[in-house]
């Protein structure tokens, strides 16, 4: 129903950037609310990084605040995080999130997954 797929992950020394893409596909994307980057750290559970909603409001978890920049694109479906001055802890496998929500029923779709790793 809706197929997300991450690029631009890679390798990064300290304090480098990189952008992260997530195009969307699926007969349904036009009933996306909200959508999403997470991440899973080495050993650790998957966490919120930012969401942007369908009205371009952005949500940060406090860590990434004023480095990570969440965007989108809806002509071509595809939503961004840029990545700037990244630290080691920001290593991890990044997942792109869609969420629909139905009445009562939350839908979530993922990514496959783009790893990030940053190291010196």
């Known amino acids: 129903q809706v197929q997300l797929v991450e690029s631009g992950g890679g390798s990064v020394q300290p304090g480098g950037s990189l952008r992260l893409s997530c195009a969307a596909s699926g007969r349904i994307i036009f009933s996306i609310n909200v959508m999403g980057w997470y991440r899973q750290p080495p050993g650790k559970q998957r966490e919120l990084v930012a969401t942007?909603?369908?009205?371009?409001?952005?949500n940060y978890v406090d860590s990434v605040k004023g480095r990570f920049t969440i965007s989108r694109d809806n002509a071509k479906n595809t939503v961004y995080l840029e990545m700037n001055s990244l630290k080691l802890e920001d290593t991890a496998v990044y997942y792109c999130?869609?969420?629909?929500?139905?009445?009562?029923?939350?839908?979530?779709?993922w990514g496959q997954g783009t790893q990030v790793t940053v190291s010196s």
């Open positions: 942007i909603s369908n009205d371009n409001s952005t």
């Open positions: 999130n869609a969420r629909r929500y139905v009445t009562n029923i939350i839908y979530d779709y």
